[in-house]
């Protein structure tokens, strides 16, 4: 009997024991699985991004959520078709941001002219033309036009991709000195951009062609000017960066940060319409788009958009003033060399994101097969190739 009763000890005490060693290997296993589990923010395991930026990638690649399941090197059919879906939604945001806003102009300019033809039937058209230009007409048309299709065709591309717009307000870690920080920062790409723009325009000029597609006397009057100050330091960069850096750079962010930080920042300068405007504001597209990304909100590019309109304002104002354009100058160049070391410091500090082998698979090559990229890149470059052929036309008659 106490033979049998130390037999029944020792096998409780093995089973106590297996029991116990299940439970660790259990415990083992699971906490393998969550070291290879895939993170549906992280797939591409790239640190250079920005985690509070991205999306969930389970909305392109559902199975990643299965256990032990790793995003492949190289995108398969069914994952190219999802995320070029995405960029196409972009491409066609864009362009039908452009046709929209053409089309708002063209009914808006028709309307208006014959509402004051016929109040004045006397009248000559291009008097009526001179009239809406150097007034406050014309200026009003072009403020009410972008703010619509700005805001209106963002919010559309938006809600077109299933992304929230509330993530534009979102701030992460921004300060004061980040603000300030970052307007210097700015304000040294846009002087060096602006000498960069200077010099293609320089280039065009040997050659017979201007690329300067837009008359720049227009809103003479004082409503005319203050209407077109408050569009140039308030709601342009205020509808600006909601479409690109709000709508475009979230849309096109899918597989790729670096990649929507560049793409977003053509379009951007493929949207002011000439060859030196577009380098001035790729450049500077980029830099917003970082500080955007950084701190997840459009409120770090607004800020540096109105700081950056509003110096290009003050400056137009004392142009003809010898004096004060000396004095700004001067204070001009002083800031930008501020800029630049504020640059140098805040770029050894927070570095765009770049891309991984298996990311550059899901960028541009995937974009270049989007029909909504395509179209929009080839209507802008048209209509700028087309403005510029134009102008070459009217000087030669």
């Known amino acids: ?45 790239n640190p250079t991004e920005y985690h509070w930026y991205r ?14 399941f790793s995003v492949p090197y190289e995108p398969a059919k069914v994952e190219k078709n999802a995320i070029r879906k995405y960029y196409s939604i972009g491409g066609f945001t864009m362009l039908f941001q452009f046709l929209g806003s053409n089309l708002l102009a063209l009914i808006f300019i028709l309307g208006i002219q014959f509402i004051l033809k016929k109040l004045n039937p006397d009248a000559a058209s291009g008097a009526i033309s001179h009239y809406m230009d150097k007034g406050a007409i014309f200026v009003s048309i072009n403020l009410l036009i972008y703010m619509i299709a700005n805001i209106g065709f963002a919010f559309i591309g938006l809600k077109w991709a299933k992304i929230k717009p509330s993530f534009m307000i979102q701030t992460r870690d921004y300060t004061v000195s980040d603000a300030v920080i970052h307007c210097f920062a700015g304000l040294f790409i846009w002087v060096t951009a602006g000498f960069l723009s ?31 100050t408050i569009y140039s330091c308030i709601i342009a960069p ?31 300068g493929l949207a002011h319409g000439n060859v030196p405007q577009f380098m001035l504001a790729f450049l500077i597209g980029i830099f917003f788009g970082h500080i955007d990304m950084k701190h997840n909100s459009i409120v770090p590019s607004v800020i540096v958009h109105i700081f950056i309109n509003s110096m290009v ?49 899901r960028g541009l090559s995937v974009a270049m097969t989007s029909v909504g990229c395509i179209a929009a890149v080839l209507v802008h470059v048209g209509y700028m190739a087309l403005l510029i052929i134009q102008t070459k036309v009217q000087d030669l008659s």
């Open 198 to 228: 200077s010099g293609i325009e320089d280039i065009f000029s040997k050659y017979g062609f201007s690329t300067l597609v837009m008359d720049t006397d227009y809103g003479e009057t004082g409503l005319g000017f203050a209407i077109l």
């Open 313 to 361: 304002t003050v400056i137009s104002l004392v142009k003809d003033n010898k004096t004060m354009t000396a004095m700004l100058s001067v204070g001009l160049i002083a800031a930008a060399v501020v800029g630049l070391i504020l640059l140098i410091i805040f770029r050894r500090k927070n570095r765009l994101p770049v891309s991984t082998p298996a990311q550059k698979l």
């Open 55 to 68: 999306d969930d990638y389970s909305e392109i690649l559902p199975w990643i959520t299965m256990p032990e």
């Open 238 to 268: 205020l509808t600006e960066e909601i479409m690109f850096r709000g709508a475009l750079m979230k849309i096109f962010s899918k597989a790729d940060q670096r990649f929507a930080i560049i793409i977003s920042a053509a379009f951007f």
């Open 1 to 45: 009997m106490n033979e049998t009763q130390g037999y029944s000890a020792e096998y409780a005490a093995l089973s106590h024991e297996i029991y116990s060693l299940t439970k660790q290997l259990e415990a083992k296993e699971k906490e393998c699985r969550e070291a290879t589990k895939t993170d549906v923010k992280d797939p591409f395991r």
